[in-house]
């Protein structure tokens, strides 16, 4: 009876041991099998973000129609936002606000594309004596790429000879699908523009409504404050960047204007104006603009180094305003990335055409300030930096 009573103490510390192995032995197992979990957690998390962007990517494509004049809108209205603030400190209301400067706008844009587009129209119709006229110049002044050419196309010419002889002539009419090409782009493009003007007119005419609705959703003061701070740092940096870019490029397409009215070069003032815009488009916009000054030089003087003094005059000037002017004016708050830059160029541009490569910059500062205001984005904006 004594070593019975003696011995159950040590036969219920035994159960309560191998219990508690029982108990441990899971838990020692937990690492082993939570390092799998853990390890597909990222790998979940990043095929999850991949879908994510490939989708948006994908709805931004596709819904170009719709999306591109909520854009363009938003960005115009936070360009012109601070002259409806400043024409509020004399007691205008925003809705007349609104209409007054998008009236000058509109005068402004009309008058300039309308002393653009008439010479430019005209040129473009006499565009297949130009590039014969073109052909010609190129000959006269490099008469060595000539001769080559002509011996091309003589070997060509020699191949082709018996092919050309055995084949039955075949008469087809084809009828011409540019006009509808042409009327179907410019309605499109005219009720584009109509959209972007009437949602740019309310987004002004409304003041800080939307704003004011987004501070009263926030749920916390914290979000409140953060979410006032990004929405003026936008304002504030894309209303900076777009006016000073608009001065250089106009004040460019005014010395580029004059040095070609120099010069001897007709439609200086319309060439002026389009270098002016195509300065907008960085990169591609310059390289698009020297070779049509290159083009229009060697149509109008008759030697080389007349021709190529128009495309040297304006890239002497896109220089020194890329390289001194514009880093002077616009100071270290836009030094980006010049590499982020050219990729968002790209995707931009095949995205939305035209507008997305003027829309590229734009969207890329306002990135950047909402990267600056998020620590956990920090990597982000430095990668944004030069």
Request: glycine share 6%; with cysteine.
């Amino acid at each position: 009876m004594d070593a019975a009573a003696v011995n159950q103490p040590s036969a219920a510390q035994d159960d309560s041991r191998v219990g508690a192995e029982r108990r441990t032995e899971p838990a020692s197992r937990d690492p082993l099998l939570a390092e799998p979990i853990a390890a597909a957690a990222p790998k979940a998390t990043l095929f999850q973000f991949v879908l994510i962007l490939l989708g948006a990517i994908a709805f931004l494509y596709f819904a170009r129609p719709v999306v591109l004049p909520v854009v363009l809108a938003c960005i115009a209205g936070m360009t012109l936002k601070p002259l409806i603030r400043w024409s509020s400190s004399y007691h205008l209301p925003p809705a007349l606000s609104a209409a007054i400067v998008l009236s000058l706008l509109v005068a402004f844009i009309g008058v300039g594309f309308f002393q653009l587009g008439r010479p430019a129209l005209t040129w473009m119709n006499d565009a297949p004596q130009h590039l014969t006229e073109l052909r010609h110049r190129v000959q006269h002044v490099l008469p060595r790429l000539a001769r080559f050419s002509d011996a091309a196309t003589a070997v060509n010419n020699l191949g082709a000879l018996g092919a050309e002889q055995e084949k039955t002539t075949v008469v087809e009419v084809k009828t011409s699908r540019v006009p509808t090409l042409f009327i179907n782009w410019t309605g499109t493009l005219l009720a584009g523009i109509s959209e972007t003007l009437v949602l740019l007119y309310l987004l002004l005419a409304s003041g800080d409504l939307f704003l004011q609705k987004l501070v009263r959703v926030m749920p916390t003061l914290h979000d409140k404050k953060r979410a006032v701070e990004i929405s003026h740092g936008i304002q504030q940096n894309i209303s900076n960047y777009l006016f000073s870019v608009s001065l250089i490029n106009i004040g460019l397409g005014m010395v580029v204007s004059g040095g070609l009215y120099f010069m001897g070069v007709p439609n200086a003032v319309m060439w002026g104006m389009l270098v002016a815009v195509l300065n907008f488009v960085p990169y591609f916009g310059p390289i698009v603009g020297v070779l049509l000054l290159a083009t229009v030089g060697l149509l109008t003087f008759d030697t080389l180094w007349q021709g190529c003094l128009a495309p040297a005059w304006y890239l002497l000037l896109h220089l020194l305003e890329a390289n001194l002017i514009t880093p002077i004016l616009l100071g270290r708050r836009f030094t980006l990335n010049p590499a982020v830059v050219f990729v968002s160029l790209i995707f931009w541009t095949w995205l939305w055409g035209v507008p997305g490569a003027l829309l590229s910059v734009p969207i890329l500062v306002s990135a950047k300030v909402v990267c600056d205001r998020f620590p956990s984005l920090a990597a982000v904006s430095e990668l944004l930096n030069r």
